[in-house]
């Protein structure tokens, strides 16, 4: 069972740079993927994505990518020729037009927009691309090993909450086997017909009378929660799995308070519900 938050950081190093990636995951109910990188790897970006999803099914993941340029390495200034060559036919063409005296000095190149620019270019992003993708792996192993450390803690807690429900589900069973006696032995069913008025009026006064037979809502109960007990055993993502039983769980206990209304039942059934929503809230950050 793994938690769906966690946090995992590595680093590689080239010739040219230094690659940090950080992972943080928070919790989701989908697949949330949020990249930010710097521009030179965009080529790379769905390649990360997709190593992303083969690790991880649920939960919203930040991926901060970032490049250290290591000293003297990595960045080149390029002249633009051409535009250079643009802005000196213009000049000589502003001096001849407009009868301007002076000589164009090499300090006026520095103040010319756009004529230098440092280029990183597809080198840079063929050669660091493999640099990202080693350290994101590096984060990935680390970000499971949180995410599988949180989620023993998570396993503990909802185990707890299931034996409990489990503890639930054997006094349900016993509260139906005694409401089914009193069915059996109840006046409408020895006489074959409808409550007598005057009994009918007396039982519908005392919280404790049967209004129904519970014995397959609780049987349905029992194999829910023997579900969410199979579930904590399972080596795999289970969230919306917990997620569909807890439903099913509530509408059982929903159903078995209706049809009997007893105080004893009632007990057991907000007692259930109680478990129900401390396993609801646990699972929120199970993947």
């Not at 490049?67 to 213009?90: N, T, W």
């Not at 994101?136 to 396993?155: C, H, K, T």
């Not at 054997?170 to 007598?196: D, I, M, T, Y």
């Amino acid at each position: 069972m793994n938690s769906m938050t966690g946090y995992g950081e590595a680093e590689a190093q080239g010739k040219l740079a230094k690659v940090t990636v950080q992972l943080r995951t928070l919790n989701h109910r989908h697949l949330d993927i949020q990249l930010r990188v710097p521009r030179v790897y965009l080529s790379v970006e769905e390649e990360m994505r997709r190593k992303v999803r083969q690790r991880i099914s649920r939960g919203r993941i930040e991926i901060f990518v970032t490049r250290f340029v290591l000293r003297g390495q990595g960045r080149r200034l390029e002249l633009d020729e051409g535009l250079l060559e643009q802005y000196i036919k213009s000049l000589r063409r502003a001096k001849k037009r407009l009868g301007l005296k002076g000589e164009m000095d090499l300090s006026l190149l520095s103040k010319l927009p756009d004529l230098f620019r440092f280029s990183e270019g597809e080198v840079i992003e063929k050669s660091e691309g493999s640099l990202v993708m080693k350290a994101l792996e590096s984060a990935l192993r680390r970000l499971e090993r949180s995410r599988q450390r949180e989620g023993r803690y998570l396993r503990l807690d909802i185990t707890d909450q299931v034996h409990s429900l489990q503890k639930v589900c054997a006094g349900l069973k016993r509260e139906a086997r005694n409401l089914r006696v009193q069915l059996v032995s109840s006046p409408s069913s020895r006489e074959g017909g409808e409550f007598p008025v005057n009994q009918r009026g007396s039982l519908e006064r005392d919280n404790s009378v049967l209004k129904g037979d519970i014995h397959e809502e609780v049987v349905r109960l029992k194999i829910h929660v023997g579900g969410l007990s199979g579930l904590i055993r399972e080596g795999k993502p289970v969230g919306k799995k917990f997620d569909f039983l807890l439903q099913e769980v509530q509408r059982e206990l929903n159903t078995i308070s209706s049809k009997a209304p007893n105080l004893s039942v009632v007990g057991l059934v907000l007692t259930g519900k109680e478990m129900v929503e401390k396993i609801r809230e646990q699972v929120q950050n199970v993947e």
